[in-house]
């Protein structure tokens, strides 16, 4: 299941790794319904829904039109409520709703102001069991970041302390903050990154009022907003966090293990969930500019399998393969095409990509794909391409998605269709040059003065930020 659903305009259009997106609704009659909230505009945050088997969404439901340009969390109970907190948009106040779930739709519920003092950053908001709601977030004043913490008892109508309490201090005086709150056994944990240098994390028993003190999990540099934390059925508390490596450490209750280090290049926006007690870490890899693959790693004994791409849909191609009909030959750009080497991918007899009628780039995956990312080093001028799949018999031509273009700026993010859903299935692999792969064909069918030259061709998009669903 692969849909486009909104073309978001926020500064955040994904969050940050801590924070909640994609929910499902575990019981009663809409049981398996999937719900995500989504920042649809600088102000606006929307809500869409799906059932099994997930083919079509509805239409986005404006929920908030009132935010600030900054990330906002939500929380789901089991019969699909959701509680969410974020910025105000004109004060910068921390707020909450509830969004009752009833009959198949949601009802927004009015703003409930948590603190009506400085400027907010950041939630988080977790449920400790049976019905206390917590909220943390990055409080900055006197220019300084904190985090605080703030319960309520009555599924938000009230927070401890009224709104200009900040309730409980779990950071004072930092340099920057992010936090993710989480609940394991008996305690609720704060994990948080600070100051750049150090992962800590403070705790408190369900039974107790008293925040435990700090202890680090990590300590170095570059901590920043890419952490992650989870809980495993067997009671441990998994983290993953990013400062130049994407890294695991996990805690059974009494002591932390080791760190694990997943990924030595480094990554962002990593996200970690267990399945059968087995941590799966997901997060982007930088390939280039403005590309970043989806790649998954999961426990294997003491160490992480190493990291594979997460849809193979969206990757380099297996094979690139520029066409000159003049010399009635192909030249393989695959490892030009993958590579982000300024202006390595043309044909030598043309010095282009393309440049006359008949010549052509073939771009070839063993999986369909719907998407294509291509800088170029040089733009192609006065000339006219086709786009083409092959059915089986004949290469047919279409109109992307995005709408067509003829290699003339040289940065283009080009949807050859909105999501995997709408590619043809008729589509079918044929064999190019001795490949057989899933081809688009782009030829030429009016002559260029200036043929383009390429830097850098996949299928994979501008991510900018993956949410796994909440289980």
């Known amino acids: 299941m692969k849909k486009h659903i909104l073309n978001s305009t926020a500064s955040y259009p994904g969050g940050m790794s801590p924070q909640h997106r994609v929910f499902k609704i575990k019981t009663g009659p809409y049981a398996g319904r999937l719900a995500v909230l989504m920042p649809a505009s600088a102000s606006e945050i929307k809500l869409s829904w799906s059932d099994y088997p997930y083919a079509s969404w509805s239409t986005p439901e404006l929920i908030v039109d009132d935010a600030a340009d900054y990330p906002f969390d939500a929380f789901m109970y089991d019969d699909g409520t959701l509680y969410l907190v974020y910025t105000l948009g004109s004060n910068g106040n921390l707020v909450f709703r509830k969004l009752t779930f009833s009959g198949g739709s949601w009802s927004v519920g009015d703003i409930v102001t948590l603190y009506d003092a400085d400027e907010n950053y950041y939630p988080s908001i977790c449920l400790e069991s049976p019905n206390r709601l917590w909220v943390a977030w990055g409080r900055y004043a006197s220019e300084e970041y904190n985090i605080n913490a703030k319960y309520s008892d009555d599924w938000g109508v009230n927070w401890a302390g009224g709104s200009s309490n900040p309730g409980d201090t779990i950071l004072s005086g930092a340099s920057s903050a992010y936090v993710k709150l989480i609940t394991l056994e008996q305690y609720v944990y704060a994990v948080y990154s600070h100051d750049g240098n150090a992962l800590s994390y403070r705790r408190k028993h369900f039974q107790l009022t008293l925040w435990e003190t700090e202890n680090d999990i990590a300590t170095g540099s570059d901590f920043d907003e890419n952490i992650d934390a989870a809980r495993s059925q067997d009671g441990r508390l998994g983290v993953v966090f990013e400062n130049g490596y994407i890294r695991f450490r996990e805690f059974d209750g009494e002591s932390w293990g080791g760190i694990i280090v997943i990924d030595d290049d480094g990554g962002e926006f990593p996200q970690i969930k267990y399945s059968r007690n087995i941590p799966f870490v997901v997060y982007l890899s930088d390939i280039g500019d403005d590309m970043h693959n989806i790649l998954y790693s999961r426990r294997a004994g003491?160490?992480?399998?190493?990291?594979?791409?997460?849809?193979?849909?969206?990757?380099?191609?297996?094979?690139?393969?520029?066409?000159?009909?003049?010399?009635?030959?192909?030249?393989?750009?695959?490892?030009?095409?993958?590579?982000?080497?300024?202006?390595?991918?043309?044909?030598?007899?043309?010095?282009?990509?393309?440049?006359?009628?008949?010549?052509?780039?073939?771009?070839?995956?063993?999986?369909?794909?719907?998407?294509?990312?291509?800088?170029?080093?040089?733009?192609?001028?006065?000339?006219?391409?086709?786009?083409?799949?092959?059915?089986?018999?004949?290469?047919?031509?279409?109109?992307?998605?995005?709408?067509?273009?003829?290699?003339?700026?040289?940065?283009?993010?080009?949807?050859?269709?909105?999501?995997?859903?709408?590619?043809?299935?008729?589509?079918?692999?044929?064999?190019?040059?001795?490949?057989?792969?899933?081809?688009?064909?782009?030829?030429?069918?009016?002559?260029?003065?200036?043929?383009?030259?390429?830097?850098?061709?996949?299928?994979?998009?501008?991510?900018?930020?993956?949410?796994?669903?909440?289980?």
């Open 302 to 471: 003491d160490a992480f399998s190493v990291p594979d791409v997460l849809a193979p849909e969206k990757n380099c191609f297996d094979k690139v393969f520029c066409y000159d009909a003049s010399a009635a030959g192909y030249e393989d750009m695959t490892s030009a095409a993958a590579s982000d080497s300024t202006g390595d991918i043309f044909h030598t007899d043309s010095s282009a990509i393309f440049k006359d009628a008949g010549d052509a780039l073939y771009l070839g995956l063993d999986n369909k794909f719907h998407y294509l990312k291509l800088l170029l080093s040089a733009s192609g001028a006065g000339g006219e391409v086709s786009w083409q799949y092959y059915d089986g018999q004949e290469w047919i031509n279409f109109v992307p998605s995005g709408g067509s273009w003829d290699f003339s700026n040289q940065d283009k993010s080009l949807l050859l269709w909105d999501d995997m859903e709408a590619v043809p299935p008729e589509w079918q692999k044929c064999t190019v040059n001795g490949s057989e792969l899933f081809w688009i064909k782009v030829a030429v069918v009016s002559p260029f003065t200036t043929g383009p030259v390429g830097t850098q061709v996949s299928s994979i998009p501008d991510v900018k930020a993956i949410v796994l669903m909440e289980r």
